[in-house]
């Protein structure tokens, strides 16, 4: 089907593929795939049965896709695509789910997000609450309130994760930033990193590292490190400075050298 603006009351139902310069639909519409340049706007729910290309998509409720590309995906409910995704902006007030990969600028979740494969962001990732992903987390700042799992994640601005991280190869950023009574599983890598109190981190490389009272620490490398009251080390190795609060507890002697071993990641 080839048109340009189509507008529908209440359903919108198309087999084949469309050529639309624009759709608009006040409840569902359903598509074979094909190509939209203009807006697609859907009150309730929009379904596209094959690969489709996009400028944006405005859907209240659920957007379901078998993969595509397109320039914005805006939706209030659930994302769902069962094939990679490459888009500029995902913006999801609920869940976005993606079975493949995907490809964002700039991708917002107010709940969970779900990615079986890699995921890319080039600029910034925010989280309310869970991400999931199989593969790779790659790109620049991520922010996210509960908690992430990934394989690993290889970010080069600042990463900032409320709850728990949870890595099998670890996780990397210019900055990283773990919350109160956060829960680390896989090594922490970066330039300059802060752990708030009560939390529980395994092996952590970095150049600066400030943590708060009451946290439990695996193998720390830093050059300079700041330790609160009553952390817990099992081993730490630095070369400039250390600074500790009250009742630090080492597990074995703090060690200076004058060179730090090579980072992972």
């Keep these: 089907m080839a048109a340009d603006k189509v507008d529908a009351g209440g359903s919108f139902d198309v087999g084949g593929n469309i050529k639309l310069k624009g759709l608009d639909v006040g409840g569902t519409a359903s598509v074979g795939g094909g190509e939209a340049t203009g807006t697609i706007d859907v009150g309730g729910k929009f379904r596209s049965a094959k690969g489709l290309r996009f400028d944006r998509i405005d859907t209240g409720g659920i957007v379901e896709l078998t993969g595509g590309e397109g320039k914005v995906v805006e939706v209030g409910g659930k994302l769902r695509s069962t094939g990679d995704l490459r888009c500029e902006e995902v913006r999801v007030g ?47 700042d991520v922010e996210i309130g509960g908690i992430l799992k990934a394989t690993k994640g290889l970010l080069t601005g600042r990463v900032e ?18 919350g109160r009574g956060a829960h680390c599983v896989g090594s922490l890598v970066g330039d300059r990193i802060h752990i708030e109190g009560t939390a529980q981190v395994q092996d952590v490389y970095c150049n600066d590292l400030v943590v708060e009272g009451g946290t439990k620490l695996g193998k720390v490398y ?12 099992d081993k730490l190795v630095y ?25 992972p990641l």
Excluded: M
């Design 239 to 263: 070369t400039k400075e250390l600074r500790e609060g009250e009742r630090v507890i080492h597990r074995n002697p703090p060690e200076r050298v004058e060179k730090l071993p090579s980072f």
């Design 94 to 140: 609920g869940v976005a789910d993606v079975a493949g990969g995907l490809w964002v600028r700039v991708a917002e979740v107010g709940g969970r997000i779900r990615v079986s494969g890699d995921l890319q962001v080039l600029d910034r990732l925010q989280v309310g609450g869970v991400t999931e992903i199989g593969g790779v987390l790659s790109g620049r």
């Design 222 to 233: 830093a050059e300079s490190a700041e330790l609160g009251d009553y952390c817990v080390v």
């Design 161 to 178: 994760i409320g709850g728990k991280v949870e890595t099998r190869e670890g996780l990397r950023g210019e900055s990283v930033e773990l």
